[in-house]
């Protein structure tokens, strides 16, 4: 955990994970980039120490998050699993 936060209580924890799930799923059509860096920067992790916790380079992370590289599905699904979140579609809704 980035050592310049204070470090949350469980239930403090349970808290901040459950106000997240509930923030990425209002907004379903947001960029698998903005989702990856707000599950990282609300469980408190700096790129290093989650690019090693889910099994994937820190430069490639890193040119996720800033939209420099498309990421492959079996990694996003790496990104996503600190969350217990799997990659879905969603469909457009049509304006009729």
């Known amino acids: 955990m980035d ?3 204070i470090p949350l209580s469980p239930a ?3 808290q901040a994970r459950r106000a997240l799930t509930e923030e990425l799923a209002a907004d379903p059509g947001m960029p698998i980039p ?3 860096k707000k599950i990282r920067t609300s469980l408190r992790f700096t ?6 916790l889910c099994g994937v380079s820190a ?3 890193q040119d996720i998050e800033r939209e420099v590289s498309s990421p ?3 990694t996003v699904e790496k990104l996503l699993c600190p969350m217990g979140m799997v990659l879905s579609a969603v469909p457009k809704s049509s304006s009729r």
């Open 47 to 52: 790129i290093a120490e989650y690019a090693k």
């Open 72 to 74: 492959s599905l079996a």
């Open 59 to 61: 430069r490639t992370l």
């Open 3 to 5: 050592k310049r936060f």
């Open 12 to 14: 403090e924890a349970i």
């Open 34 to 36: 903005a989702v990856i």
